[in-house]
């Protein structure tokens, strides 16, 4: 925030005040300005602030905490929050992750060192939101930590939609492929695959050169009008404990060619 002095008399001498938001930041830190006038000869001037901000807490490792991969090899994050200086207590946490983490805080030394356990709850998906941690400092009295996840199911289907058929004139019917791997190092093996066979046809073959399989998937293009649309669902279930079936949606188009 700049407040300034708009006209300066000649010979005379203006002022500008510069208020810096240091609000999460510490150590070393540098700011500029830059000031537009019309003088002539020096109509644009640059100011350089510098400073060493000295934190209130030490936060280890940051205040960010990230899951990513599979829900159940996804390891709980720590946070260290150390005083600086002066104890410090910390009264609640909130959230506005609702079900999806799980927190748990140890204080290992009253009013110095505290332990923030987070753990993700997520089976599968993607989610982002902030935990805030209310303390007594008067400079302080909250502290945020951002919390993203991006939660991969152990077993990994690829893509989840498909376009296949006649696409385009002077084009030959289109097939697609659905690559399925898994996210853990256990093998898995298909149990059931379940789809409309008037629509499609589906044939499984192993990867040649990873852990996994393909599912390369063709039009029954003789059930598809000329000039329709059709639109389809693909079932992959697993023998993997406790995965759900995953489901592909096929897209099938018949274009006449003109």
Same mark, same amino acid.
């Given at each position: 925030?700049?407040?300034?002095?708009?006209?300066?008399?000649?010979?005379?001498?203006?002022? &500008?005040? /510069? +208020? #810096?938001?240091?609000?999460?930041?510490?150590?070393?830190?540098?700011?500029?300005?830059? $000031? %537009?006038?019309?003088?002539?000869?020096?109509?644009?001037?640059?100011?350089?602030?510098?400073?060493?901000?000295?934190?209130?807490?030490?936060?280890?490792?940051?205040?960010?905490?990230?899951?990513?991969?599979?829900?159940?090899?996804?390891?709980?994050?720590?946070?260290?929050?150390?005083?600086?200086?002066?104890?410090?207590?910390?009264?609640?946490?909130?959230?506005?992750?609702?079900?999806?983490?799980?927190?748990?805080?140890?204080?290992?030394?009253?009013?110095?060192?505290?332990?923030?356990?987070?753990?993700?709850?997520?089976?599968?998906?993607?989610?982002?939101?902030?935990?805030?941690?209310?303390?007594?400092?008067?400079?302080?009295?909250? &502290?945020? /930590? +951002? #919390?993203?996840?991006?939660?991969?199911?152990?077993?990994?289907?690829?893509?989840?939609? $498909? %376009?296949?058929?006649?696409?385009a004139e002077q084009q030959p019917v289109r097939s697609g492929k659905v690559i399925i791997t898994?996210?853990?190092?256990?093998?898995?093996?298909?149990?059931?695959?379940?789809?409309?066979?008037?629509?499609?046809?589906?044939?499984?073959?192993?990867?040649?050169?990873?852990?996994?399989?393909?599912?390369?998937?063709?039009?029954?293009?003789?059930?598809?009008?000329?000039?329709?649309?059709?639109?389809?669902?693909?079932?992959?279930?697993?023998?993997?404990?406790?995965?759900?079936?995953?489901?592909?949606?096929?897209?099938?188009?018949?274009?006449?060619?003109?």
């Amino acid at each position: 925030m700049a407040h300034f002095d708009r006209a300066i008399p000649p010979g005379g001498e203006g002022k &500008i005040t /510069l +208020r #810096v938001d240091l609000t999460d930041y510490q150590g070393k830190v540098s700011k500029t300005a830059t $000031v %537009l006038s019309n003088d002539p000869e020096n109509s644009r001037v640059v100011i350089s602030l510098n400073g060493i901000v000295d934190p209130l807490l030490h936060i280890r490792p940051g205040n960010s905490i990230s899951f990513r991969g599979a829900a159940e090899t996804v390891a709980e994050s720590i946070v260290e929050l150390k005083a600086a200086d002066r104890p410090f207590h910390i009264s609640k946490i909130e959230s506005n992750l609702e079900e999806k983490v799980q927190m748990r805080l140890d204080t290992v030394k009253d009013g110095y060192h505290y332990r923030l356990r987070v753990a993700n709850r997520v089976r599968q998906g993607t989610y982002s939101g902030i935990l805030t941690l209310h303390t007594d400092m008067e400079k302080k009295p909250q &502290i945020a /930590l +951002r #919390v993203s996840a991006h939660i991969e199911s152990l077993i990994s289907v690829r893509p989840m939609s $498909v %376009l296949i058929g006649k696409v385009a004139e002077q084009q030959p019917v289109r097939s697609g492929k659905v690559i399925i791997t898994s996210n853990s190092d256990k093998p898995f093996k298909i149990r059931k695959l379940s789809y409309d066979d008037t629509l499609i046809a589906v044939n499984q073959e192993a990867l040649p050169n990873e852990d996994g399989l393909s599912l390369d998937i063709t039009p029954r293009m003789e059930a598809i009008q000329t000039g329709a649309r059709q639109q389809t669902v693909l079932g992959v279930e697993t023998d993997v404990p406790g995965e759900e079936m995953q489901e592909v949606q096929v897209y099938i188009m018949n274009n006449p060619a003109k």
